[in-house]
């Protein structure tokens, strides 16, 4: 199986900040990763696919890049509706599989 | 507007079975993979299962096979995950999502709570 681990788990910033959250896969899925938001008791939302392209409505803040092992996401010019969970995902291979999470909370 | 609802969360007790249902409406379904997604209390997300448009081909994760069955029915826009042999450590909201393949999970349902306990 593929293992997926993000960093940091969890993450202090203000309003108005830029943020970048990590993804790292065990073995290389090429761009088959994909980024989730999660706010409380809420379902997932997809945000990135193919590593780097938004679905469709989701805001440019929001940037993903990467290929082959390493990862990253950027959400730029904090509001307080982007402080969640975010998730990465790779689908290259059965079991998919997600991070462990990092939490983004208002310092 | 692709909506996908799921029902048939509920308690049960260890070595119980239930059936998890999800409508799909809003899309072609039959045209679409599907899967679904648990996440237990306070914990990260784990997908479960996946299905191909005519229910051909199923994957699931090791921790579900023997027990859980992902199926789906074209003529009702629905898929379903039949869990048998539930233990507690499938205490989780079940998440059903559209899979569209280079995009991945594009759209959630709100999801459905199973509880495993005695």
């Known amino acids: ?107 | 507007e692709v909506q996908l609802v799921e029902s048939g969360g509920g308690l049960v007790q260890p070595g119980g079975s239930l059936r998890l249902s999800c409508a799909a409406s809003g899309f072609t379904f039959s045209r679409s993979w599907m899967g679904w997604v648990r996440q237990a209390p306070g914990k990260g997300l784990e997908w479960v299962a996946n299905i191909n448009q005519d229910g051909s081909e199923k994957y699931s994760v090791d921790s579900v096979k023997g027990r859980f069955t992902i199926s789906r029915d074209n003529a009702k826009n629905s898929l379903y995950l039949q869990m048998n042999s539930l233990r507690a450590e499938d205490t989780a909201i079940y998440y059903c999502a559209r899979d569209t393949g280079s995009y991945g999970f594009d759209d959630w349902g709100q999801g459905t709570l199973v509880t495993v306990s005695s």
């Open chain 1, 1 to 107: 199986d593929i293992q997926m681990t993000q960093s940091p788990s969890s993450l202090s910033a203000s309003v108005g900040d830029r943020v970048t959250i990590t993804c790292r896969a065990s073995q290389g899925i090429s761009n088959h990763l994909a980024w989730f938001q999660q706010r409380p008791g809420k379902a997932p939302k997809s945000l990135i696919y193919g590593a780097s392209s938004l679905q469709s409505g989701v805001p440019s803040k929001f940037s993903g890049s990467g290929s082959g092992t390493d990862f990253t996401l950027t959400i730029s010019s904090l509001q307080p509706e982007d402080f969640a969970t975010y998730y990465c995902q790779q689908y290259t291979s059965y079991p998919y599989t997600f991070g462990q999470g990092t939490k983004l909370e208002i310092k």
